[in-house]
């Protein structure tokens, strides 16, 4: 995994914050090129350099939420790649996605809650 320290601290990549394509209520064709393009040249104003992660077995990693990280070519191709990711928030906030900022929805009588 390869992660920009302190770019957590950035203002959040919101799409209204870009040339997305779309307008308010939709997203363009072009929106994650276009927040692609954007991530890099944060990057690239801030100067931001790339830390690599690379797990041991039972190694866990937990980072801020607007982390800018990505994944990497395969360097040992027979290796496994598995991971899970989870996201956790409050019980009384609303979870919006972060490109769409549309309203994620827990169905309160799935089971998920303790």
Not at 4 to 29: A, C
Request: glycine share 8%; with cysteine.
């Amino acid at each position: 995994m390869v992660y920009y320290p302190g770019s957590h601290k950035l203002p959040y990549m919101l799409y209204d914050r870009y040339d997305h394509g779309g307008t308010r209520y939709t997203i363009g064709n072009e929106a994650y090129a276009r927040y692609e393009k954007a991530v890099a040249d944060a990057i690239r104003e801030h100067d931001l350099q790339p830390q690599e992660f690379i797990a041991q077995p039972g190694d866990v990693l937990i980072w801020h939420a607007n982390l800018l990280h990505g994944g990497k070519p395969m360097a040992t191709p027979n290796a496994s790649r598995k991971s899970m990711a989870v996201h956790y928030f409050a019980e009384d906030v609303v979870c919006y996605h972060e490109l769409t900022q549309r309203a994620a929805w827990i169905d309160p009588d799935d089971g998920l809650r303790s």
